[in-house]
């Protein structure tokens, strides 16, 4: 076998790097923001031109892929896939209604403080995909509008997202790439995205509380549900509670040691298919895995790993450090100018854009800013000021975050459709009212 | 063989106008999995399906794309299910396939017969036939088949 000649990387035609890279970040974002082509397709076509024009060899463009972030992301879904044929979100969720005794406006809340929950812990999307359908069935049997309940989903998924590194795609991102840990991610959002929180669910309380009404036979309907037999298999929620319990620890434990949460993530998922297939045949085995690795949302995964590539692309040519210069020249090289000013703006776009690309192509801008700053220390108000903005941005507006497209999708299909329109005149205001809570909140822990 | 030699010729139909109710009664008092509608010159214009007056019944929550998985713990809903469909009598059956959307897939006569048994397996109903002008001619369904095999010789 002989071996593969050596691709070296030299641009076409002998173009600039800077401009050939610059078109190429360009045409790959107005592409993926058009939404005319999945942006999966999008990103890879633009890695791969990356790579053939000659800006990345094929060395380069490897190495660009974070494959902590894969390795996180796959692990999660999996892991989360498995767990939800137990039925215990099915649970959880019913359990909850009626520790409330099946009070709408009591349930919004508890809806609220779940998903929150339940995003900080597992990815946003999937909590959604698992929660919507028991808040569709409940507040059918209850007779009240499913929009209020839908919406407090969006935020909390979004806010919860926010606490910790799993929670939200960028804070995987920025936690993969800065090399943040689980606790650093909690001890420094957790508490601001508590109250954030406090103060979505007191404006849900105050808008919707009062219309939320149903009648004693109707409740006593959701009373009656009987969550014990919502779980369909008790072994595998008792070795996927285990196992989760698991990964969370190695999360917390493993950072110290130098294991990535990527490698904890996927172990775990390995763990947890292992348990779950142990003494079947290798048939049945074979159509379990299949069907967990089924789960994966394989989009997601070719779009970051796409991206990753157009990103090293213009990072290799030097387009992020003349960005982070000209944002660095802009706030006059004020750490706590240059920090609102990425919280402000990562929110704005991201409410209206895909934040996923945004974050990948600010994380190097960022790191770049580090000897001006004066050093990793002083960059750490802005990484988080980019975790705030992007993550608590996505409550903008129904594209802004995929979790929002998840229960839209979900309403449609359920013929309670969520109006663009109608959803952003609340949710734009209440984006703009966290992020100011944030900005607070940055000032004066940081600067 | 094409499906055309073992089709039910004028199987039962109903208009799109007809209420619901009177299509559930033919389903129910016939035996049927499927009724085809037809509008004047025998034109095909969907078919009423088992799977619609399940989706009428059954909460949204389930019968959506990814709904729920499982319904064990509901409890006492033989009331609302009888509400459900009570509050869908007064549609057509037009309304409740724009409602309900199933897929049914039509064939020509001259389709092979193996495709309408597989259509049978996927679906779990019979398959309408219709000509080049959408008309329809005829109904495959699973008695047919059966008929048909064992009438072959071995």
Redesign the interface.
Known sequence: MTAAPEHTAEVIFGWSPVWVSSVLLVVTYAAIISERINRSIVALLGAGLMIMCGVLNQDAAIRGIDFNTIALLTGMMVLVAVTGKSGVFQYVAIWMTKRVNAHPPAILMSLAVLTAVFSALLDNVTTVLLLTPVVLLITDQLQVKAYPYLAVEIFASNIGGTATLIGDPPNILIGSAVGLSFNDFLFNLGPIVLVILLVVMGIAWLLWSRRLETTDELRARVLSFTESDAITDRKLLVKSLGVLSLVLAGFVFGHPLGIQPGTVALTGAALLLLLDNFGRDAETQSEEVHKAYGEVEWITIFFFVGLFIVVAGVEQAGVLEMIANQLLAWTGGDPRNTAVTILWVSAILSAILDNIPFVATMIPTIASMEAELGGPDALMPLWWALALGACLGGNGSLVGASANLSVAAFAERAKRPIRFLGFMKLAFPVMLLTVAIANVYLVVRYF | LPCEDIMVRNPDSLSPDTPLWDGLMMLAERGHRIIPLVSGDRQYQGALTRLHLLSLVL????T???????L??????MP?LRARLEAGRHLTLQEVLQ?HPVDVPTIKPGTAIMEAIWLMYKDGFGVPVVDDDNRLLGLVTGKAAVRALKQMPV
């Open positions: 909460p949204d929550a389930v959506i794309e990814d709904g729920l998985k499982n064990g713990f509901v409890r006492g809903q609302v409602r």
